[in-house]
């Protein structure tokens, strides 16, 4: 014969446990966050819009939840009871073009958002980001009513401002160099720019670009006594597509400390893969920390 005490204390504590399990799974059931998209939106005179924000990077104030490529689902624990939350969300991109060094651009504004959680809730967030207080833009060439680039004296090819419209990234303009068995050589910078860099704080060079071939672009460090060209990052053939890169200068600026300003430098040598190989360029702009 069962007990029926006995059994009545057993059904109490199951109902308990279950109704304290259905406590845990609520207080497990994420809030989550759909961000489509981060836009670039800059203030006049701060250049082109063109960016590469591949994915955001999400921060509670105590703990980093991760960075999650766009188009992202971010889950977020709400708790038993569900309470707002300030998040801050950052853009990333890949520093130099390299898939392994993902990071928050640190130029890009940065957004903080409370948001309601609750167990099993949704967001939709899309944002806009701008270049943040702090940062400075100096216009390296845009090619829409100049060429800037100069050559050197061993070059057998150059770099052009072109205006045809299947070579243009945007705009009116882009640079441009052609290669090949004749003109095989290209070496040039910027003609007496004098880009003063600063070598404390964050240093970025962003641009477009398009090639057929390899080609490497760099600072040349110079003061009164010398200078001293430094190719920084060789960009490989993107098969003639227009791509955008966050190139950090950071690393030559601050190991440059004696020069006095900067130049920026575009060389390649023709490789021999078609009769006639390119590379072009457009919207190239420091952005750097005051």
Request: hydrophobic residues 40%; aromatic residues 10%.
């Amino acid at each position: 014969m069962v007990n029926r005490t006995t059994a009545g204390i057993f059904g109490l504590s199951a109902l308990a446990l279950a109704a304290g399990c259905g406590k845990l799974r609520d207080a497990e059931v994420p809030h989550r966050i759909h961000v489509p998209r981060i836009d670039v939106v800059l203030a006049a005179g701060e250049g082109s819009e063109s960016a590469r924000v591949e994915e955001v990077w999400v921060y509670t104030p105590t703990d980093v939840l991760g960075a999650f490529p766009l188009p992202a689902d971010i889950p977020v624990l709400a708790g038993e009871e569900g309470s707002p939350v300030e998040l801050t969300f950052s853009a990333g991109i890949r520093a130099n073009g390299i898939a392994a060094t993902r990071k928050p651009y640190p130029p890009y504004e940065v957004i903080r958002q409370v948001v309601d959680l609750t167990p099993g809730g949704s967001d939709t967030l899309a944002f806009e980001v701008g270049y943040a207080d702090g940062f400075e833009v100096l216009f390296v060439e845009d090619f829409e009513t100049a060429n800037r680039f100069a050559e050197s004296s061993t070059s057998t090819s150059e770099v052009i401002r072109t205006t045809a419209a299947d070579q243009v990234f945007e705009g009116i303009g882009s640079g441009r160099a052609e290669l090949h068995a004749s003109a095989a050589v290209v070496w040039a910078q910027t003609n007496e720019q004098q880009y003063p860099l600063n070598p404390t704080g964050s240093c970025w060079l962003e641009f477009d670009y398009a090639c057929t071939q390899n080609f490497a672009i760099g600072l040349n460090p110079q003061n009164l006594i010398q200078d001293n060209p430094t190719p920084i990052l060789v960009l490989n053939d993107s098969e003639g597509e227009w791509k955008k890169i966050y190139l950090d200068l950071g690393p030559v600026v601050r190991s440059e400390t004696s020069a006095a300003w900067f130049e920026v430098t575009l060389e390649a040598v023709w490789d021999g893969s078609a009769d006639t190989t390119f590379f072009a360029v457009d919207n190239l702009k420091i952005v750097q920390a005051e």
